[in-house]
């Protein structure tokens, strides 16, 4: 098996067109016939997307600017009341540590910004090593908690999901929401097979992504521009972050998916959002 750097590695590359992606293949079987599959696909369309964001890093050096997207999930929405301010909401949302990593000597200046389902833009300040924008980062966790604001009425179609309390059993069936190679709004389904270790390649870098601790292991289908992208279970909790998927060596199709599991996001947010 051949280990994609992270996705990190397929981030970190321009998109240039729109590959569509989705779950050829893929039996929906694993689905017991318990299962109200209208109802769950229509409650992950029309209100679990909610929560759902595409993350834009626009990176400036001597060569130009180039822009990188990744995935990532909003956590909690509260009302900012600084200063008097009234109708303002301040997002708080994970991703991935490698989505929002430069790392380069040769950056000038990096601009983030995030768009949610509907495409809406809001933007984020940042300046070379200000991460006043950037809540809180972790390569060994591979996890960011970054933050936006929007107005009440943005605020009305935006949606913070409920994290779950203890990492899901294996055989737990799951969801894997997220934009790869910049399509919105992508659903896989599958399930989680094992928790083991990783080998990301000798080329990754540990500044960026370390992960060292067993990952879920599932079988939603992910690709590049996953990376940060949500998991969840059948209550529409989260149950992990996407960060990285294996490919096969000989055919290059997908095996598998990686994501950190919400026992290690947990104690990544600590009280930071409390």
């Known amino acids: 098996m051949k280990f994609l750097k992270k996705i990190f590695t397929i981030i970190l590359v321009a998109i240039i067109s729109v590959t569509s992606f989705g779950c050829e293949g893929f039996s929906l079987n694993l689905f017991s016939n318990a299962t109200d599959y209208t109802t769950l696909i229509n409650t992950v369309s029309l209100e679990t997307m909610k929560s ?80 006043d924008d950037i809540i809180k980062t972790s390569a060994s966790d591979d996890l960011a908690l970054i933050h936006f604001t929007a107005s009440k009425q943005e605020n009305n179609e935006l949606k913070a999901l409920p994290l779950a309390e203890k990492n899901s059993n294996i055989g737990g069936r799951v969801i894997a929401i997220g934009n790869p190679h910049g399509q919105k709004n992508t659903v896989t389904l599958g399930a989680i097979t094992r928790y083991d270790t990783i080998t990301m390649g000798e080329e990754n870098d540990k500044n960026s992504s370390n992960v060292t601790y067993e990952v879920i292991h599932h079988t939603c289908p992910i690709d590049s521009g996953s990376s940060g992208g949500v998991l969840i279970n059948l209550d529409y909790e989260i149950v992990g972050i996407n960060f990285a998927a294996g490919l096969s060596e000989e055919t290059g199709e997908f095996i598998s998916a990686y994501a950190i599991p919400i026992e290690k996001v947990i104690s990544f947010l600590g009280n930071t959002l409390k």
Do not use: P, W
């Open 52 to 131: 759902v964001i595409t993350v834009y890093t626009e990176v400036t050096t001597l060569q130009g600017t180039t822009k990188y997207l990744g995935s990532g999930v909003i956590v909690k929405i509260e009302e900012n009341t600084f200063n008097g301010n009234t109708g303002v909401y301040d997002c708080y949302a994970l991703t991935n540590n490698h989505v929002v990593y430069t790392g380069s000597s040769m950056v000038m200046s990096v601009n983030y910004y995030v768009t949610d389902y509907q495409g809406n833009r809001y933007d984020l300040t940042y300046k070379k090593n200000d991460y």
